[in-house]
């Protein structure tokens, strides 16, 4: 399973316009985490069809950056969603 790091625009429908694009190619998204503080935001994702949604994020020229777990997923190098599950009382562990 491949985890998607996405950094979505601080506009109403950034989040329903990226998961529309997933869903309408028939992609679910079977994991998410994410945090929002202010103005940014950070969604970690793992989905059924990593190239598709590869190609989703593509289409709507969403930045993304990719995580294999087999190769170690390491969310504390991702400082803002550690630090709002930290905010949350959750630990990265």
Not at 12 to 27: H, Q, T, V, Y
Not at 72 to 87: C, E, S, T, W, Y
């Amino acid at each position: 399973m491949i985890w998607f790091t996405v950094e979505l625009s601080d506009k109403p429908g950034s989040l329903a316009k990226m998961a529309a694009a997933i869903g309408e190619r028939g992609i679910n998204i079977s994991a998410i985490v994410g945090i929002a503080e202010d103005t940014d935001g950070a969604l970690m994702l793992a989905t059924s069809d990593a190239e598709g949604t590869r190609k989703a994020f593509a289409d709507l020229g969403i930045a993304f950056e990719e995580h294999d777990p087999e190769e170690g997923l390491d969310i504390g190098n991702h400082p803002r969603v550690a630090q709002g599950l930290a905010d949350h009382g959750m630990g990265v562990g």
